[in-house]
T-cell receptor, first 109, second 115 residues
């Protein structure tokens, strides 16, 4: 897996956009960027992934810089249920998932 | 089912007993992974199955741990002679192999407590 760096914690007001950054400067050309989150006492939940282009799905948007050295996960309208630890990982193929510390996002009412 | 199913959701056992944890992957997914997560820690890879290939057992912490996958679907993780340090959440994930893209979908986990 590519080494990733994320802030340890972030706060976001309910209803506002949450922008979670991730640095992955050593990512290789064929490694995808994946985002997962883990709500307390639950299994990790897949959010979104991408290679080069920005991606959007029903949960979030993923913005990847042109040099692929960093990315930002955007939750457009954060709710209290989005409070979780968010993990950014770089991997290819069937490689096992390795989570770092992640970013603990606290959505504030 | 719609997602990865694990059972039981909670298991309490006594030190020295054997336990079996079950994982039902998403239908059609050829790859299956076992991980464990100790309290406040990240994921620790245990074992990986892919189709009919020999499993990657490189993450199993000791010979007390074993896993099998029958018929390319359901998998069972067995821990023999459980120890207190085995207490953790055991997570199963499955994926459909699509080249470099590989989304792993996780189950809710089995919380194992060894007394």
């Amino acid at each position: 897996d590519a080494k990733t760096t994320q802030p340890t914690s972030m706060d976001c007001a309910e209803g506002r956009a949450a922008n979670l950054p991730c640095n992955h400067s050593t990512i290789s050309g064929n490694e995808y960027v994946y985002w997962y989150r883990q709500i307390h006492s639950q299994g990790p939940q897949y959010i979104i992934h991408g290679l080069k282009n920005n991606e959007t799905n029903e949960m979030a948007s993923l913005i990847i810089t042109e040099d692929r050295k960093s990315s930002t996960l955007i939750l457009p309208h954060a709710t209290l249920r989005d409070t979780a630890v968010y993990y950014c990982i770089g991997r290819r193929g069937y490689q096992k998932v390795t989570f770092g510390i992640g970013t603990k996002l606290q959505v504030i009412p | 089912g719609a997602g990865v199913s694990q059972s039981p959701s909670n298991k309490v056992t006594e030190k020295g007993k054997d336990v079996e944890l079950r994982c039902d992957p998403i239908s059609g997914h050829t790859a299956l992974y076992w991980y464990r997560q100790s309290l406040g820690q990240g994921l620790e890879f245990l074992i990986y199955f892919q189709g009919n290939s020999a499993p990657d057992k490189s993450g199993l912490p000791s010979d007390r741990f074993s896993a099998e996958r029958t018929g390319g679907s359901v998998s069972t993780l067995t821990i023999q002679r459980t120890q207190q340090e085995d207490s953790a959440v055991y997570l199963c994930a499955s994926s459909s192999q699509t080249g470099l893209e590989n989304i792993q979908y996780f189950g809710a986990g089995t919380r194992l407590s060894v007394l």
